[in-house]
């Protein structure tokens, strides 16, 4: 099975750095993916790491670290705009399904 | 090129009541993903398709039921529906569901069951 926990709400303030953790155990592993959900919408992809170390795409980064079962999403000069769910999702073995974590909800102040 | 698409938006429904959602994906993508998601919480994975085959399946009763069509599009199904059914379902494509293929997101159908 899949577990997938991060952490159920953060506060930031616009221009700032937010890092969003992940931590997933697995009994198979496929790649990790970050999607954006605003409030009633759809979720968004924003990233996807299958190998150790950092993605960056403008101004957000994501990492991972696949022996510690560990991923961050890190988003950089905040805007309010930002203010949304964080979904962290492994993609099984065979590539059929990804699991969700919880998701994190993040709400940025100006 | 248009994202992909579901129908209804919203669908209000009773207990016991049958409903069928619909999937459009994107055009050249060949596998479908059907996830239902109730407030606050993530995603959950409920059904696989690819190339009209069931491909994979999550942990939900057989009252849930899929299917693909040979243009790709899909629908979901569910009998008998209870008043935890509620939620919003959501279908991803893919171009074959595998490999380092990413899933793209449908604006979802909000299902309430009274």
């Known amino acids: 099975g899949q577990n997938i926990d991060q952490p159920t709400e953060m506060t930031a303030t616009e221009g700032a750095i937010v890092q969003i953790n992940c931590t997933y155990q697995?009994?198979?592993?496929?790649?990790l993916f970050w999607y954006q959900q605003h409030a009633g919408e759809a979720p968004t992809f924003l990233s996807y790491?299958?190998?150790?170390g950092l993605e960056e795409k403008g101004r957000f980064s994501s990492f991972l670290s696949r022996s510690k079962g560990y991923s961050y999403l890190l988003l950089k000069e905040l805007q309010m705009k930002d203010s949304a769910s964080y979904l962290c999702?492994?993609?099984?073995?065979?590539?059929?399904?990804?699991?969700f974590g919880g998701g994190t909800r993040l709400m940025v102040k100006p | 090129d248009a994202g992909v698409t579901q129908s209804p938006t919203h669908l209000i429904k009773t207990r016991g009541q049958q409903v069928t959602l619909r999937c459009s994906p994107i055009?050249?993508?060949?596998?479908v993903s059907w996830y239902q998601q109730v407030l606050g919480q993530g995603p959950q994975f409920i059904f696989q398709?690819?190339?009209?085959?069931?491909?994979g399946r999550g942990n939900f009763p057989d009252r849930f039921s899929a299917r693909q069509f040979p243009n790709y599009s899909s629908e979901l199904n569910v009998n008998a529906l209870l008043l935890g059914d509620s939620a919003l379902y959501l279908c991803?494509?893919?171009?074959?569901?595998?490999?380092?293929?990413?899933?793209?997101f449908g604006p979802g159908t909000r299902l309430t069951v009274l």
């Open positions: 790491n299958v190998l150790d």
């Open positions: 999702a492994v993609r099984d073995n065979a590539g059929n399904m990804l699991t």
């Open positions: 697995t009994s198979g592993f496929n790649g």
């Open positions: 055009s050249g993508h060949k596998s």
């Open positions: 991803a494509s893919s171009q074959s569901g595998g490999g380092t293929d990413t899933q793209y």
């Open positions: 398709y690819y190339e009209k085959e069931e491909r």
